[in-house]
């Protein structure tokens, strides 16, 4: 069935360090692909977005690349502040096996110190 | 502000109690979903509603029922609450562009 695996966490980082989270995928069919952020005590929000092979979503400085030949889709953001501390999850929907539902990766805690 | 209400924010239980949590969506959404998130294990899906009038199992439903009462709620029910169904649990609510999610309930049964 469809499967998300990302890097185990935690990562540490110092402020405006470069980010990357690791983030590859198992699915049959054309799946869209997410990347969600989680602040303490918070329910998880989505961050990016891509729902086809090379698209790139982004937002808040953070990017992502739908790669359709490596089945991967890292989170990256060039200069990372210490409010980016937080849980990332990557996901996917719309493969064959899950269909409509999402399916996350076991999530990725990042630290940035000061 | 649009989006996905939960409520309870906190609740305590005692071993073998009922109670309901309750979800609600202003989005006009058709799918809704209640996951647990414990620490070590990520988001297990415990039911989800694809539209309204149906309703269907996920990973972990043993010990949970839902309904979906119309288009906008979605309610999940622990009717013999048990240490092991202490969690944060998380409603969310989905169309094609990713899914909006509830500021969680957390659940303590002792």
């Known amino acids: 069935g469809d499967s998300v695996t990302q890097m185990e966490g935690p990562v540490t980082l110092s402020e405006e360090a470069f980010l990357t989270i690791n983030c590859t995928y198992t699915a049959t069919g054309y799946p869209s692909l997410f990347w969600y952020v989680q602040y303490p005590g918070e329910g998880l929000q989505l961050l990016l977005k891509a729902t086809k092979a090379d698209d790139k979503g982004s937002n808040k400085g953070f990017e992502a690349t739908y790669r359709k030949e490596t089945t991967s889709f890292h989170l990256e953001k060039g200069s990372v502040q210490v409010s980016d501390s937080a849980v990332y999850f990557c996901?996917?929907?719309?493969?064959?096996?899950?269909?409509?539902?999402?399916?996350f990766g076991a999530g990725t805690r990042l630290f940035v110190k000061a | 502000n649009a989006g996905v209400t939960q409520t309870p924010k906190f609740q305590v239980l005692k071993t073998g109690q009922s109670m309901t949590l309750q979800c609600a969506q202003d989005m006009n959404h058709n799918s809704m979903y209640w996951y647990r998130q414990d620490p070590g294990m990520g988001l297990r899906l415990i039911y989800y509603?694809?539209?309204?009038?149906?309703?269907d199992k996920g990973e972990v439903p043993n010990g949970y029922n839902v309904s979906r009462l119309n288009k906008r709620e979605f309610s999940l029910r622990l009717e013999s609450a048990a240490p092991s169904q202490t969690s944060v649990y998380f409603c969310?609510?989905?169309?094609?562009?990713?899914?909006?999610f509830g500021s969680g309930t957390r659940l303590t049964v002792v």
């Open positions: 509603s694809a539209s309204e009038g149906t309703t």
């Open positions: 996901a996917l929907s719309g493969g064959f096996s899950g269909g409509f539902k999402t399916i």
């Open positions: 969310a609510s989905s169309e094609t562009s990713g899914y909006t």
